[in-house]
């Protein structure tokens, strides 16, 4: 059984820094692109980051570029999204997920909070 | 980037048949696909590249359509199926989502 399972959310200041993770299993991790996508509270969905499966490629939408670095650890099974200079609109539910341009975000994990606030 | 357009909600009695629409601002070959979100859970993926079922999704769920209209399609409807319905893109970057069509039954 495919499970994704973040960790790494709270409560942090604006300006500060956060890193989340996200353990994979059930699955080779190494064969997938990796993806994180938020839900900003009662809103839609947001890509957030993608991974290639070596971790020499990642790409960001222009909302988080120069500030949210994702990376991988294929020898332990895991994702990771650093997130620096928060801002209150990043405030949202991080998904890990799996992806591909063919099947689009394949599986998901349960989703950790994030709330940036003083 | 591209934009998908989706209702906001439908309201349906069990048994019926509904359709979800999501129309992109520019053409996407088929590579649009279908999420189920229920409360306080994370989407799951229904089908994929317009009309292909992920595994485990009951045959009820259907999607079709190509270039810039979609429609996901549950028939018949059950209880079950209470929860929001995301379309999104892969043909075009960034990946986009739509706003989500809000299932309910009456």
């Known amino acids: 059984e495919v499970q994704l399972v973040e960790s790494g959310g709270g409560l942090v200041q604006p300006g500060r820094s956060l890193k989340l993770s996200c353990a994979a299993s059930g699955f080779t991790f190494s064969n997938y692109y990796m993806a994180w996508v938020r839900q900003a509270p009662k809103k839609g969905l947001e890509w957030v980051a993608t991974?290639?499966?070596?971790?020499?490629?990642?790409y960001y939408p222009d909302s988080v570029k120069g500030r949210f670095t994702i990376s991988r650890d294929n020898a332990k099974s895991s994702l990771y999204l650093q997130m620096n200079s928060l801002k209150s609109e990043d405030t949202a539910t991080y998904y890990c997920a799996s992806r591909s341009r063919e099947r689009g975000f394949d599986y998901w994990g349960q989703g950790v909070m994030v709330t940036v606030s003083s | 980037d591209t934009v998908l357009t989706q209702s906001p909600a439908l309201a349906v009695s069990p048994g019926e048949r509904v359709s979800i629409s999501c129309r992109a601002s520019e053409g996407v070959n088929s590579y649009m696909h279908w999420y189920q979100q229920k409360p306080g859970q994370q989407p799951k993926l229904l089908i994929y590249?317009?009309?292909n079922l992920a595994s485990g999704v009951p045959a009820r769920f259907s999607g079709s359509g190509s270039g810039t209209d979609f429609t996901l399609t549950i028939d018949p409807v059950e209880a079950d199926d209470t929860a929001t319905y995301f379309c999104q893109q892969s043909w075009n970057d960034p990946p986009t989502f739509g706003g989500g069509t809000k299932l309910e039954l009456k």
């Open positions: 590249k317009a009309s």
């Open positions: 991974i290639s499966t070596s971790g020499s490629r990642t």
